[in-house]
């Protein structure tokens, strides 16, 4: 943080050196704000909006700067194990010939920024705030020549399914910036993302370098008639089925009497 | 209208899920086949996680059967003692088929020999039944109506030990053979998750000379009591019974089922054997295609668990 320390005016300099013998010298401060903590499905659940509203904050022992911030954020949802299967030729038929599993991946993965992604970080900084669903996976062989072209076309094709899923997206426009210090982030929730706990990790940087990161937090859960039904499938399983079957075998009988002719 | 499946954890349009329940409902009601080997592949396609899609399907089979199996209970059409000890045999061909299926996993390729053999039983069945109910049908034009069974007339596996007598189904024939329908059956039903009604169908028509009314009524009555036992146990071990989703498609179902038995009795034996066929054929074609044929893509997301 120091390194970026710059004095702007000889006059003013000796408030400035004053100040900063009395308290170090301060970063940005990140505060973040949810639209809502929690998201309720209903059975008109068709998938949620959440905003995050930021504001960075500075006062007069932060550092000045040149250029504008920018702000990128990564969305985690609850992680689970993913199954990829390849088919491979047996003769004139195809079958399925290998299958890999993945543990721990982010089951909604969502890349958040005010402009595209390739002009605001490199890819070290990339690496260091995971930006990308690859930074979740196993790493590689180190030593290139134990590396498994294999392993490199599941990992390709894991990426690729999950953005096709919509598990995994990447929006450069999500993040608008209000006033140079204000903003807010618009994450958009499918209705196939799982329930559970989603992390927010925001990072506010400047000349490509990150400054300060935030957390924030919301809860995805079924409510009401939802809820009560998937809870009543896992700890009632056998009064489950048999209401299940019950309900069939009714309204078999009903529509049986109702288009009797006779 | 977008309706949120608590279990399937997606939402899907009310009128779609009615539409398709009906169709399929139509079917089985017509052929006396569960049904599920469309309905699964269907739900699959709309989004439905494929272990949901299985069980649930379940229940919308065991709807429409029950709807199905009443109409043809009051016109006299269903032979309950043939569906019991097909249902006997049934159960003994299950617990073989998940023994099996469990082993099937250590010996490797073992479930290319199974496709690859149901696939032939199915073209081959549809095949044989198209030429033999196209001749039926031409034979008819001509005024000579087909006879399927002669009077007293019994082949080498009905004069096998046991004998049982079938009044509904005007036949009389050794339990063996039909045990053993029973348990093949549903062998290949639980290795290969399909119901297996359009394999009974052929097989008491052509192997037994059951009249085809009766064939379809009996069928019926056979998966309502395996889909039942199915649900049951879908909805204790794998908990991936959707009850909303089920709800929705039965209410479809049933009363396509209705208008699928109506329509299926106005039918000739000929007609219905070559419509049968044709079915069968479909299904046969469609597991065909999964298999021969390069795939659009090599890769696909088979499975997706979420950490609890």
Redesign the interface.
């Given at each position: 943080m120091s390194a970026g320390f710059s004095i702007p005016a000889r006059l003013a300099s000796l408030v400035l050196a004053l100040l900063a013998l009395a308290a170090p010298v301060r970063g940005e401060d990140l505060i973040l704000a949810l639209s809502t903590r929690e998201v309720a499905?209903?059975?008109?659940?068709?998938g949620a909006e959440i905003t995050v509203f930021g504001l960075i904050e500075r006062d007069a022992r932060t550092i000045a700067r040149t250029g504008n911030y920018d702000i990128v954020a990564q969305v985690q949802g609850?992680?689970?194990?993913?199954?990829?299967?390849?088919?491979?030729?047996?003769g004139?038929?195809?079958?399925?010939d290998d299958?890999k599993k993945y543990a721990?991946i982010p089951?909604f993965f969502s890349i958040l920024s005010s402009r595209p992604l390739t002009a605001v970080v490199d890819e070290t900084v990339r690496e260091k705030l995971m930006l990308g669903l690859e930074y979740f996976l196993p790493k590689p062989e180190a030593q290139p020549e134990k590396r498994d072209l294999d392993d490199f076309?599941?990992r390709n094709?894991?990426l690729?399914?999950?953005r096709d899923?919509g598990g995994l997206t990447e929006d450069p426009k999500s993040i608008t910036m209000i006033r140079p210090n204000l903003f807010t982030a618009r994450i958009v929730l499918p209705?196939?993302a799982?329930?559970?706990l989603y992390l927010v990790n925001l990072t506010v940087l400047a000349e490509g370098l990150p400054l300060k990161t935030a957390q924030a937090g919301f809860v995805v859960r079924?409510v009401g008639?939802?809820?009560f039904?998937?809870n009543a499938?896992?700890t009632e399983?056998?009064g489950?089925?048999?209401?299940?079957?019950l309900?069939?075998?009714m309204?078999?009988?009903?529509?049986?009497l109702v288009?009797?002719k006779? | 209208m977008q309706l949120y499946l608590p279990i399937a954890e997606l939402p899907l349009n009310l009128f779609l899920l009615l539409g398709m329940g009906g169709a399929i409902g139509f079917i089985s009601g017509l052929f006396g086949v569960g049904g599920g080997f469309l309905l699964t592949p269907l739900l699959i396609f709309v989004g439905v996680p494929a272990p949901v899609a299985v069980a649930t399907s379940s229940v919308h089979i065991a709807a429409s059967s029950v709807t199905g199996s009443l109409t043809y209970w009051r016109r006299r059409a269903l032979d309950l003692k043939l569906g019991v000890v097909l249902v006997a045999g049934g159960l003994v061909g299950t617990i073989a088929g998940v023994l099996f299926f469990n082993q099937m996993r250590k010996l490797g390729h073992l479930d290319l020999v199974i496709t690859v053999s149901y696939v032939t039983l199915l073209m081959s069945v549809g095949c044989l039944m198209f030429v033999e109910s196209v001749g039926a049908l031409l034979e008819r034009r001509k005024g000579k109506p087909a006879v399927l069974r002669q009077a007293g007339e019994h082949r080498w596996y009905e004069r096998l030990p046991f004998p049982m007598r079938f009044h509904r189904s005007k036949m009389s024939t050794s339990v063996i053979p039909l045990v053993a329908l029973g348990a093949i059956i549903g062998f290949i039903g639980t290795v290969l998750g399909i119901g297996g009604g359009f394999l009974v169908v052929p097989a008491l028509i052509y192997l037994f000379r059951v009249p085809t009314s009766i064939v379809v009524g009996t069928s019926l009555f056979q998966i309502l009591l395996t889909m039942i036992v199915a649900t049951l146990l879908h909805a204790v071990f794998s908990q991936a019974v959707d009850v909303l989703l089920a709800m929705t498609l039965v209410v479809g179902g049933v009363i396509g089922a209705q208008f699928g038995a109506r329509t299926g009795q106005a039918l000739k034996g000929e007609q219905f054997r070559l419509l049968l066929a044709l079915l069968i054929l479909i299904v046969g074609i469609r597991f065909a295609l999964d298999i021969v044929g390069a795939p659009q893509d090599l890769y696909s997301i088979n499975a997706t668990v979420v950490d609890r």
């Open positions: 499905i209903t059975s008109t659940y068709t609850p992680t689970g194990e993913v199954t990829v299967q390849r088919k491979g030729k047996f004139p038929i195809w079958l399925t299958r721990k089951l076309g599941f094709a894991l690729r399914l999950r899923e209705a196939t799982p329930t559970g079924k008639f939802d809820a039904v998937a499938a896992r399983a056998w489950y089925g048999l209401f299940t079957v309900m069939a075998v309204m078999g009988w009903i529509a049986n288009f009797r006779d | -």
